[in-house]
C-alpha cells in the first residue's frame, strides 16, 4: 500500500507509482486493481491527487490547445492538409482562416502553397485522431524564410525553459527569431542561425544535464563573439 | 532428477549470457539488442505512423505490424532470403505476443512496425526477437502495459532445462517457448513441440517464467542505461 | 467490437453460448473417410457447419541428409475463396501457413508415424508423405477439424503400388501408413476469463484468445500453440490441458469407431 515513487522518479511501462484508490490516472498511466502504473519510460509528476508521466520517448501526438509548425501537403477545395510531424495528417480549414475566401472565386494556393510553413494553432482533435487547425490564434503566422530544425518532441519542454527562460535567453544572445513547435519543429532566422540552432540541439541532447541553464549561457557567449565564424 | 550435465556447464535452470542494450538503431523510433548466448536478436520499431493503405486503417486502433526475419548468414547453412512458413509463422505469433501489452487504442488509424532481424541464431531465436521488440517497444515511447519478456524451456533425460542451446534442442523431450508479462502474470505466447505429460508441461512452464522474471530485470536494466541519466 | 461479438462474449461470460451448447460441448462431428479417390487417404471432417478435406498423396523422394533413413512429412493448407467471402487468392496467408503448421507439429512431434517404416532405400528413396489441407467451409475452428482430418486421412491411407521405384498412381497396395497413434487438437477459446471449446466463426471473431492442445491417446501433450492477441493465467493453461485431454479422448474414440 501507498506511494511508491516520487516526484520525478524515472518509471519503466508496468512500473508501479501508487497502491492507493485516494488517485486517479492521468497522462501516461492507468489504472488496474488498486494500484496506478507508467505507460511509459519517463519521469513521475504528481498533479494534486493526479499522476501523470513525462514521457522521454515518443512520437508527437496532437491536442487541442498546441501551437505547432506544419508544413501544406495539399491543397483541398476546403482547406489545406498539414504534415505536422505526428502520425496524423492535419486539416486547415477555410474557416480557420483569417481572410474571407470563397473557394470558388479565388485559388486557394496563392494563400497557402504547398511546401509553404505555418506556426498554428491544434483546435481540435477528433475520437479517431482527425486534427483540425487554426490560423486566427494573434501568434499564428505563415514563415517566408528562415530555416528549420527538428527535435524530438518530448524534448521541447527543455528547449522553452521555465516560464520561456531557455528559450528567451537563446533568442536575446543569438538576436534570432525563434518559434518552438509543440511539434518539436523549431523555425529560427537571424544572423546568429548556426549558434542558436547549435544551441538548441545541445539541449536536445544534453537536457539531462544538471546545470544546463549556464551551460547554454556560457556557450552563446563564448561563441556569439566570434560573430560570422561559428561552427555549425 | 537426473545428473545431466550441460556441455556448457551451466545449471539446468540457468540462462545462457544475456546482454541486452537498448537504441541500437539509428533511424528507428526505437530499438534494442539482445542476445542470449550465442543467438543475436535485432529489433527496430517505427511508429505510430501514417498507415497505408487508407483500407487498412482501423479508425479505433493502431494496427500492429510484425516482421521475422533471419539474416542469410544467420546459420550454419545460408538462410534462403524471403519469407519462409516458418518466418510467416514466427511473425504471426510474435505479434500476437506482444499485442496484448500495448494500448493500441490510443492510436487509431496508425500503424506500429515491429522489424526483428535474427542476425546470430543458435536456438531460441524468437524469444529473443520477443524480448527486444519489447524494449524497442519501450524505447519509441509506445504506451505499454509491462514488459514482455520471452524463453524456450524443455526436458532433457528426467531434467526440466531452462533456455535450450541447438544441440540441446536435438536432444529435448520438448521444445517449450513462452512470452510472459511479469507485471500480470499473463501467458501470451505459448508453443509447444514435443511429447511430454502435462505434469511436465506445467514444470516446463513454471521454470520458464522463473527465466522470464530473470529476463525483467535485464531488459529493466538495459532501458534504465539508456533512459535513466535523464531523469536528473 | 460490434454488438453481436458483445452479446456473445456477454452470454460467455455467463456460461452460455449463442447456439445453446455447453462451454465444453464440439458442435455435431461427422468424419467421411477416403472420399477422394484419387488421393492415397483422405478424410472429410464436419464440425457444425465447418468441413475440412485432407488429402494425403504419396511420392517418392531423396531423404533430408539429416535423416537419411526417414521418411518425409509435408503439411501445407490453402485457404480457397469456396471455403469463406473473408478468403483471397494468392500464396497462404499467415492464418493458413499456422494451421499447417499446427497440423504438422501434432502429427510429427506425437511420432504417430514411424518415419523410420518409410524408408525404401537409406539416403535414397524414402516415401514422402504430403499432406494437403483444404477447407471447404469455414465457419470456425479450422485447426480441430484439420488435425482430425489429417489424422484420419493418415490412417486411411494406402501405399500406392512401385514399379521400379517409380510409383503406379491409381493402383494402391493393401499396405497402410505406419500409424500407431492418434494425436487429437483440441483448441479452447477464451472470452472474459471463461474457456470454451470448439468456437464457431461467430464466437471466434470475439474471442480474446485461444490455446491449441494436441494429445496422444496416452494423455501426454505433443503440441501446443496459443493464437490471437489476448493471454493466459497459469490457472487457465492448466485448466486448457485438463479439457484438452478430456475432450481428444471423446474425439479419438470417435475417430476409433470409424476404423473398419
Known amino acids: 500500500m501507498g506511494i511508491l515513487k516520487k516526484e520525478r522518479d524515472f518509471v519503466l511501462p508496468g512500473d ?213 565564424q561559428v561552427m555549425k | 532428477m537426473s545428473n545431466f550435465k550441460r556441455a556448457d556447464g551451466r545449471a539446468a535452470d540457468e540462462l ?114 520477443i524480448n527486444a521488440a519489447s524494449l524497442a517497444l519501450a524505447d519509441a515511447g509506445i504506451p505499454m502495459r509491462g514488459l514482455v519478456t520471452a524463453i524456450a524451456a524443455g526436458k532433457i533425460e528426467d531434467t526440466y532445462v531452462l533456455d535450450l542451446t541447438g544441440d540441446e534442442e536435438e536432444i529435448t523431450a520438448c521444445d517449450l517457448p513462452i512470452a510472459y508479462i511479469p507485471r500480470e502474470k499473463k501467458f501470451t505466447l505459448i508453443q509447444m513441440d514435443g511429447d511430454i505429460p502435462p505434469e511436465d508441461v506445467k514444470n516446463i512452464i513454471k521454470l520458464a517464467v522463473k527465466g522470464c522474471e530473470t529476463l525483467h530485470e535485464h531488459q529493466r536494466k538495459a532501458l534504465l542505461g539508456k533512459w535513466s541519466k535523464e531523469g536528473s | 467490437m460490434n454488438i453481436q461479438n458483445q452479446y456473445i462474449r456477454n452470454l460467455i461470460t455467463k456460461g452460455d453460448r449463442i447456439r445453446g451448447r455447453a462451454l465444453d460441448q464440439y458442435r455435431d462431428i461427422v468424419i467421411e473417410k477416403n472420399p477422394i479417390k484419387n488421393a492415397e487417404g483422405s478424410a472429410l471432417v464436419k464440425i457444425g457447419k465447418t468441413e475440412v478435406m485432407v488429402g494425403v498423396k504419396l511420392d517418392i523422394g531423396e531423404p533430408f541428409a539429416d535423416t537419411p533413413d526417414e521418411g518425409i512429412l509435408i503439411a501445407g493448407a490453402e485457404f480457397s475463396p469456396i471455403a469463406s467471402p473473408e478468403f483471397e487468392l494468392g500464396p497462404p496467408g499467415e492464418n493458413a501457413i499456422e494451421l499447417a503448421r499446427v497440423v504438422d507439429r501434432g502429427i510429427r512431434e506425437s511420432k504417430c508415424i514411424d518415419m523410420k517404416k518409410l524408408c525404401i532405400k537409406k539416403g535414397e ?41 517409380k510409383v503406379v498412381y491409381g493402383e494402391k497396395t493393401d499396405t497402410t501408413l505406419p500409424v500407431n497413434d492418434i494425436p487429437i487438437p483440441v483448441t479452447v477459446a477464451k472470452i472474459n476469463g ?17 490455446l491449441t492442445i494436441t494429445t496422444k491417446s496416452n494423455g501426454n501433450v505433443c503440441a501446443l500453440q496459443k493464437g490471437r492477441t489476448g493471454s493466459f493465467s497459469f490457472e487457465e493453461i492448466e485448466e486448457a490441458i485438463k479439457i484438452s485431454v478430456r475432450k481428444g479422448k471423446e474425439i479419438r474414440e470417435i475417430v476409433k469407431s470409424l476404423k473398419t
Open chain 3, 194 to 210: 471463461k474457456l470454451f471449446v470448439d468456437p464457431d466463426l461467430e464466437e471466434e471473431d470475439s474471442i480474446d484468445a485461444r
Open chain 1, 16 to 228: 508501479k507509482i501508487v497502491e492507493s484508490l485516494d488517485y486517479l490516472p492521468g497522462k501516461n498511466c492507468f489504472r488496474d486493481g488498486n494500484s496506478i502504473y507508467s505507460k511509459r519510460v519517463g519521469l513521475v509528476s504528481f498533479k494534486g491527487r493526479v499522476i501523470e508521466v513525462i514521457p522521454l520517448t515518443g512520437m508527437y501526438i496532437p491536442e487541442p490547445g498546441d501551437m505547432i509548425i506544419g508544413e501544406i501537403k495539399d491543397v483541398q477545395f476546403s482547406g489545406w492538409a498539414v504534415d505536422i510531424n505526428s502520425p496524423y495528417q492535419a486539416f486547415l480549414p477555410l474557416s480557420g482562416v483569417r481572410e474571407f475566401i470563397d473557394p470558388a472565386k479565388m485559388d486557394l494556393s496563392k494563400v497557402y502553397g504547398i511546401g509553404e510553413l505555418i506556426y498554428a494553432k491544434v483546435t481540435s482533435v477528433g475520437p479517431s485522431k482527425g486534427v483540425n487547425l487554426s490560423m486566427r490564434d494573434p501568434s499564428a503566422r505563415k514563415f517566408k524564410n528562415g530555416r528549420i530544425i527538428k527535435i524530438t518532441p518530448v524534448k521541447v519542454p527543455r528547449v522553452i525553459g521555465k516560464k520561456g527562460s531557455m528559450i528567451n535567453l537563446i533568442k536575446e544572445r543569438t538576436a534570432c527569431r525563434i518559434y518552438v513547435g509543440q511539434n518539436g519543429v523549431i523555425w529560427l532566422q537571424g544572423e546568429n542561425e548556426p549558434l542558436a540552432a547549435k544551441a538548441i540541439k545541445m539541449i536536445e541532447e544534453m537536457s539531462h544535464i544538471e546545470g544546463l541553464t549556464n551551460y547554454i549561457e556560457n556557450l552563446l557567449k563564448n561563441e556569439g563573439k566570434i560573430k560570422g
Open chain 3, 125 to 165: 528413396k524414402v516415401w514422402m508423405v504430403n499432406i494437403d489441407i483444404q477447407p471447404l467451409s469455414h465457419d470456425g475452428n479450422l485447426i480441430d477439424a484439420a488435425g482430425i482430418a489429417a489424422i484420419v486421412a493418415l490412417m486411411n491411407a494406402r501405399l500406392p503400388k512401385l514399379e521400379d521405384d
Open chain 2, 16 to 129: 545462457r549470457p544475456v546482454t541486452m542494450k537498448v537504441g541500437v538503431l539509428k533511424k528507428a523510433d526505437g530499438s534494442a539488442m539482445v542476445s542470449l548466448g550465442d543467438t543475436v536478436a535485432v529489433a527496430a520499431v517505427y511508429g505510430p505512423r501514417e498507415l497505408y493503405p487508407k483500407h487498412l486503417q482501423n479508425n479505433e486502433r493502431a494496427i500492429l505490424q510484425c516482421n521475422y526475419t533471419m539474416a542469410p548468414f544467420s546459420t550454419k547453412e545460408r538462410v534462403r532470403p524471403g519469407p519462409s512458413r516458418r518466418s510467416v509463422e514466427i511473425s504471426k505469433v510474435t505479434r500476437e505476443a506482444l499485442e496484448p501489452a500495448l494500448f493500441l487504442e490510443e492510436f487509431p488509424r496508425s500503424t506500429i512496425d515491429v522489424y526483428v532481424v535474427i542476425l546470430q541464431a543458435n536456438a531460441g531465436t524468437r524469444t529473443a526477437g
